[in-house]
Structure formats: structure tokens, C-alpha cells
């Protein structure tokens, strides 16, 4: 025989085994890979059964039911009393909706003034966010009684009531400008300030469209260069 010959059938004999050797190694980790992670799974199972049979989790899940229940509850009676909306209002209804609140927000609004259109785009757009506070508008010519007693005297007015005592207003767009494209977030900000709406954490910014003066209107100009006459 071929002394060549032999030699190379002894090397390729010699590779086949060390080959066969390194597959059954790679078997065997992958085996106790599988095997080391099941037991992973396995002990994780087990600390969460014992997590959820702690009774200090059990006791903060339950104060956190009992949270969510009291907002829910909350939420229903402010509902109730017109708060989460922007509503009208007669003049009858004045005095018991400013009294039936800790904290009313009302607009002395007219008809025909375009910038009291304005304000009510940006009060009906908060209202359902600030579910503590009700909003609510009065149209000035039908309310001469109270327009006289809180002397309002320029429109837009803004009259902020805190336990049925008014304790501010925004009369015109005084504190956001003096123009007519300010953002919902230039009130909202206004009257986080002023107390009568609270401060929300992670709110996300509002989208604002652009409030122009229509074309071909006019209002009658007022003593305020930044509101319309009464």
C-alpha cells in the first residue's frame, strides 16, 4: 500500500472524529442551555406566586380599587351638577349654578360680538378637560340684572366665582395678548394661574387652529381697545 495513501486515510479518519466530538459537545450545551432556562422560568413562576400572595400588594391593590372608585364616583356628581361641558345658562339659573360649585367659570357673552365667539371656541374646549371646575356662558343682554350687580362693562367678560363669591374676571383678552389668535393654551394658562382651574400633570400640548377675524364684520370698538362694547 501506498504509504501517501495511508497517511491521508488516517488524517481524514482523524477530522471525522474530532468533528463528531465537537457536535457532541454543541448537543450537549444546547441541552444544558434548555435545561438552565427552564429552571429560570421555572423559579420566576414561583416569585411571582409568592409576589401575588404578599399582603402588602394585596392591601396597595386595594386602596388603588377604592382610589379609582372615588374619582369614578367624584366624576358621576360633578356631571350631575353641569361640570364637563360648556353650557348655556339663563338668568333664572344664575345664582343656583355659581352656588352648586366650589369653582364656576361663567363668560357675559353677546350674541353679535365676534371675540365672544372667540372665548367660547377656547372655554368649550377646556371644559371637559377640567372636570373640577363648571363652565358655563350668559348672554349679557338677556341678564341685565346681573350684568348690573357685577358691572360689567366691557365684552368678552370672563367672571371667575370661588364657593359663589366671583373673585376675578378676564375682561377682553387682557393677559393673553390682546389678539385674536391666541391658543386654548394661552387661557388654559391664564387660568391655571388665577386658581380656578388645577394645574394637570402629563399633559399633552393641544392642537390650535388659528381664530382670524372674519371677513366683512365689523364690532363696535369699546373704551378697552382689546374688547368689544357692551
Known sequence: MDPDSVKSTFSNLALEQVMAAAARNLQKEMVDRGKAEASSTTNQEVDLDELLDDPELEKLHYERILSLKKEAEKRESTKRQGHGEYREITEADFLGEVTSSELVICHFYHNEFYRCKIMDKHLKSLSPKYIDTKFIKLD???????????????????????????????????????????????????????????????????????????????????????????
Not at 385674536?180 to 387661557?187: K, W
Open 140 to 230: 349679557a343682554e338677556n341678564a341685565p340684572f346681573f350684568v348690573s350687580k357685577l358691572a360689567i362693562k366691557t365684552l368678552p367678560c370672563v367672571v371667575l366665582f370661588r364657593n359663589g363669591i366671583a373673585v376675578d374676571r378676564l375682561i377682553g383678552f387682557q393677559g393673553m395678548g390682546g389678539k385674536d389668535d391666541f391658543t386654548t393654551r394661552t387661557l388654559e394658562n391664564l387660568l391655571i394661574k388665577k386658581g380656578i382651574i388645577s394645574e394637570k400633570k402629563n399633559n399633552d400640548e393641544e392642537d390650535e387652529d388659528d381664530y382670524s377675524e372674519s371677513r366683512g364684520r365689523t364690532v363696535r370698538a369699546s373704551v378697552d381697545p382689546n374688547s368689544d362694547s357692551d
